[in-house]
């Protein structure tokens, strides 16, 4: 689906089917007059009596086959005092799945409508614009490539933004533009996750990358299991010693023209392929959902795929490094023992009592590592961490830690703002570590029960330099969804917010 612009009013418009937002109890005049000037047979359409605009709602409007507007589209967005952002996000989703059932090859988006909507929410017609976009992109997305019989449905050919004025501004175009990469970015992270363990092998997840970056003339590089030896880095070897797959930590650097020489934004994102939990096994029920555990690693390639998508003409002021650390945790003779003990890449020793607490290994090493490797501005990593900040924060928000006050608000406003809740949790440090205390080495890779998303992440806290400016997103509650803007499966969760955090300006975010 491509997007483009349509301008000069109703009377210029044309599309298989235009959608337009009402709100409960509006009548015609009020919820779409510009289109209802144009489209004259709207004020009498039959359904209208029918259509009550309560949120999820929606009716097909028909007139005269001849009329360059013989079908509109009416998407309810509920009470008006009750819509937010994420009410129009559904709208839009449900909305675009319903014309691509309808097989419209055209689909419009009514403008003035649009720019009520956005008076009504309190956002910039702009913004606005950019999460129809992306509400659009996602909503139509669809994980089918193992399906024998596919729909025969196909999506929309053309996405019209329908604009009164006689000119489309710049900042509604680069909020488009925006969107439509941020788009493709979630859509990737998506496929990745989704992806079965035995297609999206560590191996595979670094090929996938390469070709990302040799798209975008991006660097690349993957450090095998002689490569991460020689770094020193034991305790992500020692998650990935009972698999027969190789672990792959793979590394993508971008770095826009004038941006040379800059400290980085470097991005860390968790990359367990499949994790079986090793010999401390998981249950068997769900065990299947453990094929995401990369999700981490999929929103760091994510987020480079939407910086190629923009580049060169929108480039953010520093280089981005992603660095995504895959592996696989399985159990078998070689495997890591509860009990084990291993010294990490910053040289602390961990003993391992849980090999299902593998990801802050991995996670641990690779952190080091970049530190070294890089320098970073600014560090953050993303990772399916823990089940207990699915209990704290509920099924569709991530925990955020930071040692950095500024750097965790930015990332907190970014992810509320776009749709990617999350919310800032304590760094208890001397809690943390004494739960993580051992008797045999320097700390223990899982601690007690209570606090347990807090002490992972006191856990990565030691393998962070002092005075770096380090956020650390737990998302083992968001990674997974069904609702209109995501098709059951992956979300690609954090690409968004990630993508935020890259756009520098001397500490600035993008907006």
């Given at each position: 689906m491509d997007i483009r612009f349509q301008v000069g009013g109703p009377s210029h418009w044309k599309a298989d089917a235009v959608m337009t937002f009402v709100f409960e109890g509006e009548g015609v005049e009020q919820a779409c007059s510009a289109l209802a000037q144009n489209a004259l047979w709207l004020g009498i359409a039959p359904a209208w009596r029918d259509f009550r605009g309560r949120k999820g709602e929606s009716v097909m409007f028909y007139g005269p086959q001849a009329m360059e507007i013989s079908r509109v589209l009416g998407v309810g967005l509920g009470k008006a005092e009750k819509a937010n952002m994420t009410v129009f996000r559904h709208a839009v989703g449900?909305?675009?799945?319903?014309?691509?059932?309808y097989d419209l090859e055209t689909v419009g988006i009514d403008g003035a409508s649009l720019a009520r909507v956005a008076r009504t929410l309190g956002v910039s017609f702009d913004a606005l614009v950019r999460e129809a976009v992306i509400a659009a992109f996602l909503g139509l997305y669809r994980y089918d490539r193992w399906k024998s019989e596919k729909s025969d449905h196909e999506d929309p050919r053309s996405l019209f933004l329908m604009l009164e004025g006689e000119f489309v501004e710049d900042a509604v175009r680069a909020q488009a533009r925006m969107a439509e990469a941020e788009a493709r970015g979630v859509m990737l992270a998506r496929d990745a996750?989704?992806?079965?363990?035995?297609?999206?092998?560590?191996s595979a997840?670094?090929?996938?990358?390469?070709?990302?970056?040799?798209?975008?003339?991006?660097?690349?590089?993957?450090?095998?299991?002689?490569?991460?030896?020689?770094?020193?880095?034991?305790?992500?070897?020692?998650?990935?010693?009972?698999?027969?797959?190789?672990?792959?930590?793979?590394?993508?650097?971008?770095?826009?023209?004038?941006?040379?020489?800059?400290?980085?934004?470097?991005?860390v994102g968790k990359g367990l392929c499949f994790d079986s939990g090793g010999i401390s096994l998981k249950p068997a029920k769900g065990m299947e959902e453990m094929k995401g555990d990369m999700s981490g690693a999929a929103a760091v390639l994510g987020v480079m795929e939407a910086l190629g998508q923009l580049a060169p003409s929108v480039a953010p002021k520093r280089p981005v490094v992603g660095v995504m650390a895959c592996a696989e945790n399985m159990p078998d003779g070689h495997a890591t023992r509860p009990g084990d003990i291993?010294?990490?890449?910053?040289?602390?020793?961990?003993?391992?009592?849980?090999?299902?607490?593998?990801?802050?290994?991995?996670?641990?090493?690779?952190?080091?590592?970049?530190?070294?490797?890089?320098?970073?501005?600014?560090?953050?990593?993303?990772?399916?961490?823990?089940?207990?900040?699915?209990?704290?924060?509920?099924?569709?928000?991530?925990?955020l830690f930071a040692s950095d006050d500024a750097l965790a608000a930015a990332l907190h406003e970014a992810g509320t703002r776009l749709g990617e809740r999350n919310w800032r949790l304590p760094l208890w440090t001397d809690a943390g570590l004494a739960a993580l205390k051992s008797?045999?080495?320097?700390?223990?890779?899982?601690?007690?029960?209570?606090?347990?998303?807090?002490?992972?992440?006191?856990?990565?806290?030691?393998?962070?330099?002092?005075?770096?400016?380090?956020a650390h997103i737990d998302m083992?509650?968001?990674?997974n969804a069904d609702n209109p803007i995501n098709a059951k499966g992956a979300t690609g969760f954090g690409v968004r917010t990630l993508l935020s955090a890259v756009w520098d300006d001397e500490g600035e975010m993008l907006q």
């Amino acid at each position: 689906m491509d997007i483009r612009f349509q301008v000069g009013g109703p009377s210029h418009w044309k599309a298989d089917a235009v959608m337009t937002f009402v709100f409960e109890g509006e009548g015609v005049e009020q919820a779409c007059s510009a289109l209802a000037q144009n489209a004259l047979w709207l004020g009498i359409a039959p359904a209208w009596r029918d259509f009550r605009g309560r949120k999820g709602e929606s009716v097909m409007f028909y007139g005269p086959q001849a009329m360059e507007i013989s079908r509109v589209l009416g998407v309810g967005l509920g009470k008006a005092e009750k819509a937010n952002m994420t009410v129009f996000r559904h709208a839009v989703g449900t909305a675009v799945r319903r014309c691509r059932e309808y097989d419209l090859e055209t689909v419009g988006i009514d403008g003035a409508s649009l720019a009520r909507v956005a008076r009504t929410l309190g956002v910039s017609f702009d913004a606005l614009v950019r999460e129809a976009v992306i509400a659009a992109f996602l909503g139509l997305y669809r994980y089918d490539r193992w399906k024998s019989e596919k729909s025969d449905h196909e999506d929309p050919r053309s996405l019209f933004l329908m604009l009164e004025g006689e000119f489309v501004e710049d900042a509604v175009r680069a909020q488009a533009r925006m969107a439509e990469a941020e788009a493709r970015g979630v859509m990737l992270a998506r496929d990745a996750a989704n992806d079965p363990a035995n297609v999206m092998t560590p191996s595979a997840f670094a090929e996938k990358a390469r070709s990302v970056a040799s798209k975008y003339g991006m660097a690349w590089r993957a450090l095998g299991p002689s490569e991460l030896k020689a770094e020193g880095m034991n305790a992500y070897l020692a998650v990935a010693r009972g698999s027969a797959e190789e672990p792959r930590m793979v590394v993508m650097e971008y770095t826009p023209r004038g941006a040379e020489g800059r400290n980085p934004v470097v991005l860390v994102g968790k990359g367990l392929c499949f994790d079986s939990g090793g010999i401390s096994l998981k249950p068997a029920k769900g065990m299947e959902e453990m094929k995401g555990d990369m999700s981490g690693a999929a929103a760091v390639l994510g987020v480079m795929e939407a910086l190629g998508q923009l580049a060169p003409s929108v480039a953010p002021k520093r280089p981005v490094v992603g660095v995504m650390a895959c592996a696989e945790n399985m159990p078998d003779g070689h495997a890591t023992r509860p009990g084990d003990i291993v010294i990490a890449k910053n040289g602390k020793s961990v003993e391992i009592v849980n090999t299902d607490a593998e990801g802050r290994l991995v996670l641990a090493d690779a952190l080091a590592w970049a530190q070294e490797a890089y320098d970073p501005f600014r560090l953050v990593d993303i990772a399916t961490l823990t089940g207990a900040c699915a209990v704290a924060l509920g099924l569709d928000a991530a925990g955020l830690f930071a040692s950095d006050d500024a750097l965790a608000a930015a990332l907190h406003e970014a992810g509320t703002r776009l749709g990617e809740r999350n919310w800032r949790l304590p760094l208890w440090t001397d809690a943390g570590l004494a739960a993580l205390k051992s008797s045999c080495a320097d700390m223990v890779n899982s601690g007690i029960r209570e606090g347990g998303a807090i002490n992972a992440a006191v856990f990565l806290q030691q393998f962070v330099r002092e005075g770096v400016a380090w956020a650390h997103i737990d998302m083992a509650a968001a990674d997974n969804a069904d609702n209109p803007i995501n098709a059951k499966g992956a979300t690609g969760f954090g690409v968004r917010t990630l993508l935020s955090a890259v756009w520098d300006d001397e500490g600035e975010m993008l907006q």
